[in-house]
């Protein structure tokens, strides 16, 4: 089955600085890659996700990148803010309705 | 954004007692999931459900659990006796007009003592 890896699982920067957070996937037949935002106690929130028939998809502060021959794909999040202090997945699927495999978190902290 | 709700939001038991976590999507969906996450760790896949039977499930999803739609609004997610171990974050998640995209319920706090 598919495995997902994500690094790094803590980071923390400054107010204002970018954030980015790397995920590699082992099946080539996977073919969706979102990201998800999780509060302390709450679900997971689906903030971007990317399809693997782009390279990279944009969303105001959020930018998310794939590469497909390496079989890795990034969250950017620029002008971090402290709002943004969260734990984030990856994940990555196949076929529509096929399972989500996540990555193990990275938990990120915006210092004021 | 599709919006799911989940009952209860923390349920207590014993060890070897059943419990029923139960989810509501607010409109019609053709794909419910059930995942869990012990704290700390990542969110793992349980099982998915799709016209009325299981469409897939893990190797977490043994004899113990079992899922059903009992009046085509609400999905539950039944484990018969509970162990320690049972004991984690459980959500459930609906996949939304786009395709691929499953959006997560608040989740159920299940604590086996």
């Known amino acids: 089955g598919e495995n997902v890896e994500q690094h790094p699982s803590t980071l923390s920067v400054q107010e204002g600085d970018s954030a980015v957070i790397k995920c590699t996937y082992s099946d080539s037949a996977s073919n969706y890659f979102p990201w998800y935002k999780q509060e302390l106690g709450k679900g997971p929130q689906l903030i971007i996700d990317i399809r693997s028939n782009v390279g990279e998809k944009k969303d105001q502060r959020i930018a998310v990148t794939l590469n497909k021959t390496a079989k890795h794909f990034s969250l950017h999040i620029t002008e971090t803010q402290p709002e943004d202090s969260a734990v984030y997945f990856c994940a990555a699927s196949g076929n529509t309705g096929n399972q989500f495999y996540f990555g193990t978190g990275t938990s990120l902290t915006v210092i004021p | 954004e599709p919006e799911v709700t989940q009952t209860p939001s923390h349920q207590v038991t014993q060890m070897g007692q059943e419990v029923i976590l139960r989810c509501v999507p607010i409109?019609?969906?053709?794909?419910f999931y059930w995942y869990r996450q012990i704290l700390g760790q990542k969110v793992e896949f349980l099982v998915s459900?799709?016209?009325?039977?299981?469409?897939?499930k893990s190797e977490i999803f043994d004899d113990q659990f079992s899922v059903e739609r009992p009046d085509g609004s609400n999905f539950t997610l039944k484990i018969r006796s509970t162990k320690l171990e049972d004991s984690a974050m459980y959500f459930c998640a609906i996949l939304a007009g786009v395709p691929n995209e499953q959006f997560f319920g608040p989740g159920t706090r299940l604590t086996v003592l």
């Open positions: 409109s019609n969906h053709l794909y």
């Open positions: 459900f799709y016209n009325n039977e299981i469409s897939e």
